[in-house]
């Protein structure tokens, strides 16, 4: 069983709709970061939280310690979005475990 | 600055060849790690070091060996290679203090193994 799991695996939505990726870990945390990978292959970081919510435009992010889930939000999703995300828990040892990416397609 | 750098982009190498992945960040981060990433899978870590001198073993180890010289510098060494090793493989590094800091990733390097 992997420590990170995310779901929905592939998802696809039309321009403008409100997307959720979920993300459910199974180890002790200092940290969970939230990537994007675009289809040429480069990773970047979106999001690092510990605890409660972020923002960055049209991105959200949120955790709960205590249920051991995270949540990634797109509002207006954007053709621009269409990328893989990817979920990843830091545990304290300052290992990282990864799950296996959220495939998004948002269609104009 | 230049962020985090991987050489070379691609690689095609025969089984029982050697070759030495390069990594290097501009960004004094102490931290830096090396993922391989396979078609439908998570990155998988395989090593990382916590500065100069220092590295560990991270979930999928054998057929590596790496080194941290320096700060700067974090290369991958994959000796008699083998078609399990066929994968992208990713550098990445941060900073790590009190409190956790993000992840800067390489572009990755798209190795075949034939």
């Known amino acids: 069983k992997n420590e990170v799991e995310q779901s929905p695996q592939n998802l696809t939505a039309q321009e403008g709709e409100f997307i959720t990726i979920n993300c459910s870990y199974s180890v002790g945390i200092s940290a969970l970061h939230w990537l994007q990978q675009h289809p040429g292959g480069g990773i970047v970081s979106l999001f690092m939280?510990?605890?409660g919510k972020k923002k960055h435009g049209r991105l959200i992010a949120t955790i709960n310690i205590q249920e051991k889930h995270s949540s990634l939000h797109i509002t207006a999703s954007h053709p621009r979005d269409s990328a893989v995300y990817i979920c990843?828990?830091?545990?304290?040892?300052?290992?990282?475990?990864f799950g296996t990416g959220t495939s998004l397609t948002v269609i104009p | 600055n230049a962020g985090v750098t991987q050489t070379p982009k691609f690689r095609i190498l025969k089984i029982g060849q050697s070759m030495t992945l390069q990594c290097t960040q501009d960004m004094n981060h102490n931290y830096m790690y090396w993922y391989r990433q396979d078609p439908g899978m998570g990155l998988k870590l395989i090593y990382y070091?916590?500065?100069?001198?220092?590295?560990d073993k991270g979930e999928v180890p054998n057929g590596y060996n790496v080194s941290r010289s320096t700060t700067e510098d974090f290369p991958l060494r994959l000796e008699l290679a083998a078609p399990s090793q066929t994968s992208v493989y990713f550098c990445?590094?941060?900073?790590?203090?009190?409190?956790?800091?993000?992840?800067?990733f390489g572009p990755g390097t798209r190795l075949t193994v034939t």
């Open positions: 939280l510990s605890s």
């Open positions: 990445a590094s941060s900073y790590s203090g009190r409190a956790p800091y993000e992840q800067y």
């Open positions: 990843a828990v830091r545990n304290t040892g300052n290992q990282f475990y």
């Open positions: 070091s916590v500065g100069a001198g220092i590295t």
